[in-house]
Structures are given as structure tokens and as C-alpha cells.
């Protein structure tokens, strides 16, 4: 039994990669953001995360919102114009609760193989 090639230790192996490419795109958006020539860099990685699950993502209940996240017709941040510094440090701190929550699910798991390992109860 290999106990780190879990699906759910892969999967969040694999979020925790696709967040932090997502946070150097937008940490780049946001240092170009007065750069009038710079085009904005795509930063909706959810499509890479589904491929990298295997599945489409889902939601637990039919109120919330889908994955991915829902287009402003008016922004024209989109499609590599203007850089909304505002939306980029909304995103980035949504992407850092996603990282972190990605690190606590990790640390957990090692937490629990490390109790287990050493014969004690993890808390």
C-alpha cells in the first residue's frame, strides 16, 4: 500500500501546484498594473484543476456559485486588456485561503501517518 499516492494527497498535491502558478500570475498582473502596453495574464486555473482531478469539480448545493467564476461583462480585464488591481487583490486572497487550506488538509494527513507511525492518537 503506497500511503502518499493517496488520490486525495495527489489531488491536493496537484491544487497546491496549480494555486501557486495561479498566484504568480496574478502577483505579475498586479506589478504591471500601471503598464498601459502589459496584457493581462489569464487567471482562472479551474480548468486545470478539473483536468488534474479527473472530473468536473462540483458543488455541494444548487445555491452556490459554479467553479469557476462568473464573467463581468463590463471588465475588460478578461481578455488582456486593463489590469483591475482591486479584482487581482480579490483574487489573490481568494487563491491564498485556497493554498492555505490546501496546506492544512496536507498537514493534517502528515500529521495523522506521523500518530500512526509513532503508535499515538492523533488530536
Known sequence: ?????????????QAMGVYTRQH??????IA???NEEYKRTNTDFSEELQKAHGRHLRTSDERHFPVSAIP??????????VVDVT???SQLADNQIRFEFGARVLRKT???????IAGRMAQ
Do not use: C, H, Y
Open 72 to 81: 463581468d461583462p463590463e471588465d475588460r480585464s478578461k481578455d488582456g486588456g
Open 1 to 13: 500500500m503506497k500511503i502518499f499516492e493517496t488520490d486525495k494527497l495527489n489531488l491536493v498535491k
Open 87 to 89: 479584482q487581482e487583490m
Open 32 to 34: 504591471n498594473a500601471n
Open 24 to 29: 504568480q500570475a496574478i502577483a505579475k498582473n
Open 110 to 116: 502528515f500529521t495523522g501517518l506521523k500518530s500512526a
